[in-house]
């Protein structure tokens, strides 16, 4: 290990000790006395839940069968909280409740019947032991938003004892939740926690300075958090939709009861909604980058129908660190950045000038993507670049990803400078060159990528180059760069010859890919971000030994629709 390494690594654990530190001291003693206090009579409002809801999961439910995370707990008769769970996946979504939107298309006495029982096991097992993954801030915060917004079926019918029991476990959870908020990991984590804590104002009884703070913290958390180009600050474009699930709801509901609303809501909202269209590839999926996982349609449709940004993507996210190519049908998006910090690469990948690309509805070249419920080995392997559409040096990713358990799976080291630039041609195409130097330190090589998309969107070209940093060629040697283009399952793999393949998807369109300077191998490969889980898949792959092969050119023309 370099020194400058052992450097990093000694700052980051001194950081995380620090950090940790401080969140015991902020937090304290823990204890359910200590949070104790007065119950709400009632609640103000059900905020609207615009997640999308499924009958079959609520029967599923309400029969003693939880289907979550990808996996089936049959209670037969029990809690499933006296249970031991599947997976921790599993338990996070147990215990954060975000379940009950599907209670919400249930038998209304039947579903009402079933939530009450399970929320009442939960509260007596949980309800008052701040421990376990339960506890867990992030969870909290999804159990307070799920419990505000489905409270009328909750409700329904409910005599006064458990009335009493919901709105006190609520509002115990809400006291704690605010207590430990700023203590609450970076990124996505801390805002929904701001999120939950400002909709617990208005929808229960709150003073107007509660009221007016909570607001006052959202604020604060996204104007440090949505960047001024639309995309979130962790880079994962899954993210910005995530956050409109609970952002749109919070912002109708302030309206809905006359409060001031929090001045950075709308304009967060109306940002976020460009960057989400330029993720959105033209089939309608969203792009695999840094932590994302699969979109369903309706999913994305559910929040789409409130854009009242319109106009065509942006072609880059110069804060967030994408660069996006579209002609035709074609689209073309490249990850051109970085982790904006260590604490906020938990779940980055190291693919840095990854690429996919799409062709109408078809998704031909594609990340692996982060699988949903995989356990942390293979989510970890989807991290590494060889998971990524871009090139790998000696079977070396371009950044380094922590195996410590203390300081987490966060990434440090490897790419420090990363050049863009685009370029337009007089005959209306369009083309982007960029590199980056998260090979200098281990290879002394800067790795280089330039594309090109042609007017009408049927004609790509592609460079790959590895070069010094005074720009001349690698020296004779060992060096291997392999450059690989994840295929999308969908998309069916025909030989030519040794330097061409043709790329079939399932209603006939074709693209040919090529490269005279190398062969195009087919290889094995999976595919991480499928709804039904790790599926197999096939990549192609470029080989360059570099001492006699520093560059290679691609190209892929669209044969026939």
């Known amino acids: 290990m370099r020194l400058s390494d052992r450097q990093r690594l000694a700052y980051l654990y001194g950081h995380e000790t620090w950090r940790r530190f401080s969140r ?22 059900a905020p609207t839940d615009l997640r999308p809801a499924d009958a079959f999961t609520a029967e599923e439910i309400i029969g003693g069968r939880f289907p979550l995370a990808g996996r089936l707990l049959d209670c037969e008769g029990e809690s499933p ?14 215990h954060a409740f975000a379940w009950l939107r599907h209670m919400r298309v249930a038998e209304k006495d039947a579903g ?28 909290i915060a999804q159990r307070i938003v799920a419990w505000l917004s489905h409270s009328p079926v909750v409700l329904r019918d409910a005599d006064y004892a458990f009335y009493r029991r919901f709105l006190k476990s609520l509002a115990f959870q809400v006291r704690y939740l605010r207590h430990i908020a700023d203590a609450t990991p970076d990124g996505e984590p801390r805002l929904k926690v701001r999120i939950a804590l400002a909709m617990a104002s208005i929808a229960m009884p709150s003073s107007a300075t509660k009221i007016r703070r909570a607001a006052r913290d ?21 993210v910005g939709l995530d956050l409109l699930f609970d952002l749109l709801p919070l912002r109708q509901t302030y309206v809905n009861l006359g409060h001031d609303v ?39 449709l559910s929040v789409l129908r ?30 051109t950045g970085k982790p904006h910090s260590v604490a906020l690469s938990t779940t980055a990948t190291a693919g840095c000038l990854s690429l996919e690309m799409s062709s ?35 079977d070396t990713s371009s950044a380094r990803i922590s195996g410590s358990g203390f300081l987490g799976p966060v990434i440090f080291g490897g790419v420090s400078r990363i050049d863009v630039a685009r370029y337009d041609k007089a005959d209306g195409a369009d083309g982007l060159v960029a590199s980056h130097d998260g090979y200098v330190a281990n290879f002394g090589l800067i790795y280089e990528r330039d594309l090109y998309l042609g007017r009408n969107g049927t ?56 490269c005279r300077d190398v062969a195009v191998s087919e290889k094995e490969d999976v595919f991480f971000a499928d709804p039904s889980g790790v599926r197999p898949a096939h990549q192609l792959t470029l080989t360059m030994p570099l001492g006699s092969i520093p560059e290679v050119q691609w190209h892929m023309r669209r044969e026939r629709r």
């Open 81 to 94: 909280f006296a249970l031991e769970l599947p997976s921790e996946e599993f338990a996070n979504r147990l």
């Open 112 to 139: 009402s019947f079933v939530v009450r029982r399970i929320i009442d096991d939960w509260i007596a097992g949980h309800g008052r032991s701040i421990a376990g993954v339960a506890w867990r801030p992030e969870i």
């Open 360 to 394: 109408g509805r078809h998704r031909y070249f594609v990340n692996s993507g982060r699988p949903r419920f995989a356990g942390e080995a293979i989510r970890q392997l989807s991290r590494a670049t060889a998971a990524q559409s871009v090139a790998t040096l000696n």
């Open 306 to 335: 409130y854009d009242e940004t319109s106009g065509a993507p942006f072609r880059g996210l110069p804060q967030t660190g994408y660069e996006r190519l579209e002609a035709g049908e074609t689209t073309i998006i490249v990850d």
């Open 24 to 45: 015991r001291l902020a937090v304290g003693r823990v204890s359910a006395l200590r949070f104790a206090g007065r119950t709400p009579e009632r609640l103000v409002v």
């Open 459 to 514: 004609d790509i070209r592609g460079r790959e180059r590895f070069f010094k940093p005074d720009c001349t060629a690698p020296d004779g040697g060992a060096n291997v760069a392999v450059v690989r283009f994840h295929v999308h399952p969908a998309i069916r793999i025909v030989a030519v010859d040794p330097h061409e393949v043709r790329l079939v998807a399932h209603d006939g369109e074709t693209w040919a890919f090529s």
């Open 262 to 300: 929090p001045q950075q809501l709308i304009p967060c909202i109306d940002r976020i909604y460009p960057a989400l269209r330029f993720f959105r590839h033209q089939g309608g999926e969203l792009a695999l980058f840094n932590g994302a996982t699969y979109t369903l349609a309706n999913e994305l």
């Open 218 to 238: 959202l604020d604060r958390e996204l104007d440090r958090q949505i960047l001024s180009d639309g995309g979130h600050v962790s880079r994962n474009p899954r």
